[in-house]
Each structure stands twice: as structure tokens, then as C-alpha cells.
């Protein structure tokens, strides 16, 4: 019998083998012509069989190693696709309906043209797959940003804004350097007479209160009221709806107010203008006292300062210098220092006994 092929190890061929030759019936010692011929010819078709039979286990191996490529293709396929399609329900509600909107626009548009091929069909269905993660990818990111926007605290975020403003004070003086410009000089260019009045007053006002001592209750008292002062605006519509009525004005007509312009010039005529007059410009002679009603909002202004004085008084705890040193037992910095050398060597002598003076016990 002829050696054939064999399979590889662990698979299956698909193909039946062929069966094998039946053994060969040995010659006759003495043949004709005939018989010689018809006995090679038999070699010649078992030969043929044998090699027709490595031939198709050939084939059958190849088919098997083809169907395993292709399942392991399948395999990564589907690997794949179920890493795209981990996510949010969100996400795959999106792709079922865009598969039944794909396949209602394909159903109206098989009834005027040519239903799509299935090449068609799984390109258009592999766009909407690519739009559908694209959006999804869209959407996380923009998620995200507003989660790290959250976790930012009002005292980052200020400290986020002054480190943006260093940045931009030092980069401007590094721009005027190079220029050769004045940076106090280009800055300056950048206010107003207005607003440089106001800030030299501000600064005035800061150095004649900046004497932090105390020197009596009247003086603290007074400090207290000036500092109150600054927290007071005028309620300049009142005020105005007071003057147009002393005035004999219509309703709204100092709408710009302007605190240095004089209305000593007209001269109220009817009664109630000149009882106006007398309420809001009042002197030494004026009889009229004590009228004077606030409002709600006035009221609750001030009870809040109260409640708000009242608060900060209670929270407020000097801090006091060397609190953790328990016991003081110095009168100046300087005696300080020297009884805290001597405490370094003689604290071990002398603790028993001060502990005896403290119990009560000592001798």
C-alpha cells in the first residue's frame, strides 16, 4: 500500500478520504505481452488514485485552515463590535433607532427606487455607527469638562484668577522692557482724572486712619462711627422726590442730580411747596421736629448691621502670642528666653519639686 498524507493534528478534514486500493495480486511467474500491458497500466491508475487521494486531503486541510481563519475573523469581528458597543443605554437606544429610521427611509425609498444591496446597506449602517460614537465620544468629553469645572471650589478659582493676573502684570512689564517704555507710566495712561481723585481720597483717608492704637473709648468710638459711614449710601430718590416737590417740579425731573447746583433761586408758591420746602430745607428756626418715619427696607439695613456687629463680635479671639507654652512665667521677650535656657537644664532637678508646690505638699 502507497503512503499517503497526513492531516494536521486536531482537525478535521471536511472531505471524505477516498478508500483504499485492495492489495495488488502478485503476476504470474510467465505472462504474455497482454497481461505485461494490462499489469502496468493497473500501476499507472492506482499511482493516479494515490495521488488523487493526497490531492483532495490536500484540499480538505486547506478548507479547514480557511474556515478557522475566517471564524477567528468572525470571532475579532464580534470582539470588536461588543467594545464599541459597551457605553451607556443612551447610546445604544441612538443605534436602534437610527437602524428603524434607516430601515423606514429604506422601505419609502424601495417604493420610488431600487431596493439598496447588502454592501450598501452595511456601509450606510457603518456610518451611522461612526456618527453615533462620534457624538457619544463628543458628549463624555464635554461631560467631563463640566465635572472638572464643578470640583473647583470659589478659593481655587480666585486663586486661579490672581495667578492669571500675575501673569499678565509680569508679561506686560516684560513687553515694556523690551520696548523700552515706562510700565508705571503706560499703566497710568489707563485711568481717569475721576478715578485718580478718588483713589489719591481713598489713600488719604487709609493714612489718617492707619493709627491702630488705642488711646480712649471716644477715640475707638469715633473710629467705629467713620468706618460705619463708609457702609451708608445717601437714598438719593427719596431725596430728589423731596426736592421736586419743594421745588414745584414734575415727577422725574432731577433725574441727573447734581449735588452742587443751588434752588435757592426758585421760590416755592403754593402751600404745600413751602411746607415741602421748610420739611427739607430745615435750620435753626424750623419748629419742625421729630417727623421723620424710614422705611422697611431702612429698618431692615439696620438691623442687619446690628445682627451682622453683634456675629463678628462673638467669633472674634485675639490671637495671643506664645499660647502653647502653658504657664507664663517671664515679664519681657528677653526674660522669656533666659528662663527657657535655665528650664533646659535644671527642669529635670527641679520638677518634683514644683510638682510638690502645685500638690500642696511641700515642706
Same mark, same amino acid.
Given at each position: 500500500?502507497?503512503?499517503t498524507r497526513?492531516?494536521?493534528?486536531n482537525?478535521k ?15 504470474p511467474?510467465?505472462?504474455?505481452? #497482454?497481461?505485461a ?12 488514485s ?11 486541510e #486547506?478548507?479547514?485552515?480557511?474556515t478557522?481563519k ?6 475579532g469581528?464580534?470582539?470588536? $463590535?461588543?467594545?464599541q458597543?459597551?457605553? @451607556?443605554g ?11 429610521e ?5 422601505g ?6 431600487p431596493r439598496?444591496?447588502?454592501?450598501? =446597506?452595511? $456601509?450606510?449602517?457603518?456610518q451611522?455607527?461612526? %456618527?453615533?460614537?462620534?457624538s ?5 468629553? @464635554?461631560?467631563?469638562?463640566?465635572s472638572a469645572?464643578a ?5 481655587d ?12 502684570t ?5 513687553? $515694556? ?11 497710568n ?8 481723585d478718588?483713589?489719591?481720597k481713598?489713600? $488719604?483717608?487709609?493714612a489718617?486712619?492707619a ?6 473709648d *471716644?477715640? *475707638?468710638?469715633?473710629? =467705629? &462711627?467713620? %468706618?460705619d459711614?463708609?457702609?451708608?449710601k ?5 431725596y430728589?422726590?423731596?426736592k ?10 432731577l433725574?441727573?442730580?447734581n449735588p ?10 403754593s402751600q404745600?411747596q ?10 435753626a428756626?424750623?419748629?419742625i421736629? /421729630? ?6 427696607d ?7 448691621k446690628i445682627?451682622?456687629d ?8 485675639r %490671637? =495671643?502670642?506664645?499660647?502653647?507654652? /502653658?504657664d507664663?512665667t ?7 528666653? +533666659?528662663?527657657? %535656657?535655665?528650664?533646659?537644664? &535644671? ?5 518634683e519639686i514644683r510638682?510638690? +508646690?502645685e500638690r500642696?505638699? *511641700?515642706?
Open positions: 500500500m502507497p503512503p497526513s492531516s494536521k493534528r482537525k478534514a471536511t472531505a471524505k478520504p477516498a478508500p483504499a486500493p485492495e492489495p495488488e495480486p502478485e503476476p511467474a510467465q505472462t504474455s505481452e #497482454a497481461q500491458d494490462g499489469y502496468v497500466e493497473g500501476e499507472e491508475a492506482r499511482a493516479a494515490t495521488s488523487a487521494v493526497a490531492m483532495v486531503e490536500d484540499v480538505a #486547506a478548507a479547514t485552515a480557511f478557522e475566517m471564524d477567528g475573523i468572525e470571532e469581528e464580534k470582539v470588536e $463590535a461588543e467594545g458597543e459597551e457605553g @451607556s443612551q447610546e445604544q437606544e441612538q443605534e436602534e433607532n437610527a437602524t428603524v434607516m430601515e423606514e427611509e429604506g419609502e425609498e424601495s417604493k420610488v427606487a439598496l444591496t447588502m454592501e450598501e =446597506r452595511k $456601509a450606510k449602517m457603518e451611522l455607527r461612526k %456618527k453615533i460614537i462620534a457619544s465620544r463628543a458628549n463624555r468629553a @464635554s461631560l467631563i469638562e463640566e469645572k470640583k473647583i471650589t470659589a478659593r478659582a480666585a486663586r486661579l484668577e490672581r495667578q492669571r493676573k500675575l501673569a499678565e509680569l508679561r506686560s512689564k516684560a513687553e $515694556a522692557e523690551e520696548n523700552g517704555e515706562d510700565v508705571d507710566r503706560a499703566k495712561w489707563e485711568w481717569t482724572i475721576e478715578e485718580n478718588n483713589w489719591e481713598k489713600l $488719604a483717608r487709609k489718617r486712619r493709627d491702630f492704637e488705642f488711646h480712649d *471716644a477715640h *475707638a468710638a469715633r473710629r =467705629r &462711627y467713620k %468706618k459711614l463708609d457702609h451708608i445717601p437714598d438719593m430718590a427719596a430728589n422726590k423731596q421736586e416737590l419743594a421745588m414745584g417740579l414734575a415727577p422725574g425731573t433725574v441727573g442730580f452742587t447746583a443751588g434752588s435757592s433761586q426758585l421760590v416755592p408758591t404745600e413751602q411746607l415741602a420746602a421748610a420739611n427739607l430745607y430745615r435750620d428756626n424750623t419748629l421736629y /421729630g417727623d421723620n418715619k424710614p422705611t422697611e431702612a429698618i431692615d439695613r439696620v438691623v442687619g445682627n451682622q453683634i456675629d463678628k463680635k462673638g467669633k472674634f479671639s %490671637k =495671643r502670642l506664645n499660647e502653647d507654652e /502653658g507664663i517671664y515679664i519681657n521677650e528677653h526674660n522669656r528666653v +533666659f528662663n527657657k %535656657k535655665i528650664a533646659r537644664y &535644671y527642669d529635670k532637678y527641679t520638677a510638682a510638690s +508646690f500642696g505638699t *511641700a515642706l
